[in-house]
């Protein structure tokens, strides 16, 4: 359907049901303006935090984001290792004493 197709058949609705239309249209554009400029917001904070690593010495190289990174198979095979002794949770609360 084209634009002039759909405003043709908002035309023809009652008021009522053309302002639903307008106000749920309004209301997804909204969302989807958030979810967009959130993703863009985020990635460059990351960069800015990334490169203010880099400077303080912190980091030696920041690895390369993208499809080939991490993905939820590594995720799954991720196994911790054993460490002997008590959890370290329960060291720190034992230390705070």
Same mark, same amino acid.
């Given at each position: /359907? &084209? &634009? ?8 023809? /609705? ?27 917001? &985020?990635?460059a904070q990351e960069d800015?935090?990334? =490169? ?24 799954? =095979? ?12 329960? &060291?720190?609360?034992?230390? =705070?004493?």
């Open positions: /359907m &084209t &634009t002039t197709e759909i405003l043709t058949q908002i035309r023809k /609705m009652p008021l009522n049901e053309a302002r639903e239309i307008a106000e749920r249209l309004t209301a997804y554009l909204r969302e989807q303006e958030r979810s967009g400029l959130g993703a863009e917001q &985020t990635e800015e935090f990334e =490169r203010y690593l880099l400077a303080k010495g912190v980091a030696s190289h920041i690895p390369p984001r993208g499809p080939n990174t991490d993905t939820d198979q590594d995720f799954d =095979r991720f196994a911790p290792i054993q460490v002997e002794g008590e959890p370290l949770s329960e &060291t720190i609360i034992r230390e =705070r004493r």
